[in-house]
């Protein structure tokens, strides 16, 4: 990741007090622990189920308007894409009602609202990277319901900042990439998704973009993801090559085959030319990103008691 933007070219927003709600989460985590580095002048407060429960709307209100934060990142959602098929209320409910409750109690407290998205708004059938510009038309339950939020985060709130990302996977939690690790110690075989195509992101990175954006001061809708593309299969080969699996045999395999109860975009790459125009920031190739990923990886694990 490139960080040479001269400090002249910075709009650096006033913070005080910084309200992460979902703080214990995968991103959440490692949001936690940039942002006391990037802002080492501010509060930074972190909430999560045990503090807050966002689908009450009174209660969420209420709580955050007594804390006053100055900007609150709201990156609690229920991101399981195949349960919000069988689950719809729940995903409004947390994706969508929820994000109106913390909108809500941001239009109260006059705060900069900051709300997590997904390239799961498109239905893929552009072929070339999305704009921020490009209507949504989502294909899944989740993504409609996260649509649902962005909405009203626009409709709601004067300084609002929508980030777009897609793919995530990071250390504290399970993804793609553990779970290609975990499978390739119990199989000979993996069968892998070849015709979906996107742009894998380490959580590190889209945490210290997220820093970067509200040192920025910037508004509207930014799309954030690591560099280059590929497709979960080529993803896939190259976890398991990094991790010297390589011997393990992946076979490529069409969406249809494995019938997930979600459909998902057959290509949901993103721009993010706004993202550097706006920033000079560039997130670095996804391989980078996944090496350092799995070398962190590695040390974890080999820790007693992992």
């Not at 690591?226 to 390589?246: E, H, P, R, V």
């Not at 350092?292 to 820790?303: C, F, P, V």
């Amino acid at each position: 990741m490139r960080y040479e933007t001269p400090a002249s070219l910075m709009k650096e927003a006033k913070v005080s007090r910084i309200l992460v709600i979902g703080a214990k989460g995968m991103l959440g985590r490692d949001l936690m622990g940039i942002l006391p580095s990037s802002f080492p002048h501010g509060e930074i407060f972190g909430w999560d189920l045990e503090e807050i429960d966002i689908q009450k709307e009174e209660k969420t209100v209420l709580k955050i308007e007594t804390l006053r934060p100055h900007i609150i990142v709201n990156i609690a959602a229920y991101t399981d894409v195949d349960g919000c098929e069988s689950n719809q209320e729940k995903a409004f409910a947390v994706n969508a009602e929820g994000v109106k409750h913390v909108a809500l109690a941001a239009l109260k407290c006059q705060a900069k609202m900051i709300y997590l998205s997904t390239d799961y708004v498109f239905d893929g059938k552009k072929r070339e990277p999305y704009l921020e510009s490009d209507p949504p038309n989502p294909l899944n339950v989740y993504g409609l319901s996260k649509w649902k939020g962005e909405q009203y985060v626009q409709t709601m709130v004067k300084d609002a900042l929508i980030i777009r990302t897609q793919w995530l996977y990071g250390r504290y939690g399970k993804n793609f990439v553990t779970s290609i690790l975990q499978q390739a110690k119990e199989k000979k075989v993996l069968s892998i998704v070849n015709d979906q195509m996107g742009s894998p992101t380490y959580t590190v990175d889209l945490a210290k973009a997220i820093a970067t954006l509200i040192q920025f001061d910037v508004r509207g809708i930014f799309h954030v993801a690591n560099s280059d593309l590929c497709t979960w299969y080529t993803f896939g080969q190259a976890i398991l090559k990094l991790s010297g699996m390589d011997k393990v045999k992946v076979i490529p395999i069409s969406s249809k085959e494995i019938a997930r109860p979600a459909v998902r975009p057959s290509y949901s790459v993103l721009s993010c030319q706004k993202l550097k125009k706006r920033t000079s920031l560039t997130l670095r190739p996804w391989s980078e990103a996944l090496k350092e990923y799995l070398s962190a990886y590695r040390i974890a694990t080999a820790q007693p008691g992992k």
